[in-house]
């Protein structure tokens, strides 16, 4: 049974750092494709990064503050967020592609975790 915990968020001030994390469980990890979402109230759903066994990539609007990584030993994806800005605030979640697939293709996505949410305020 493929199954994605989000956990990592919380209310941190502008300019500050958070740390999320996506346990993966029910699947082998490298096979598929893992990607970070958020969507704020309002507002669509936004990817924002990316992380296959060869590649990973990550949204404009983030890029030089969001890392993305994967611990395969613990089958943990990572997404580490630094100078953390109040148009960040939303509720983050971590998806898995349908099939076996990289982030080189448009992906499928097949399951999703239940979210984390993230506020950013002074």
């Known amino acids: 049974q493929v199954q994605l915990v989000e956990s990592g968020g919380g209310l941190v001030q502008p300019g500050g750092s958070l740390r999320l994390s996506c346990a993966a469980s029910g699947f082998f990890l490298d096979y598929y494709a893992i990607g970070w979402f958020r969507q704020a109230p309002g507002k669509e759903r936004e990817g924002v990064s990316c992380?296959?066994?060869?590649?990973?990539s990550t949204a404009d609007s983030v890029k030089g503050r969001f890392t993305i990584s994967r611990d395969n030993a613990k089958k943990t994806i990572y997404l580490q967020m630094n100078n953390l800005k109040p148009e960040d605030t939303a509720v983050y979640y971590c998806a898995r592609s349908r099939n076996p697939s990289s982030c080189y293709y448009k992906v499928d996505w097949g399951s999703w975790g239940q979210g984390t949410q993230v506020t950013v305020s002074s």
């Open positions: 992380i296959s066994s060869s590649t990973s």
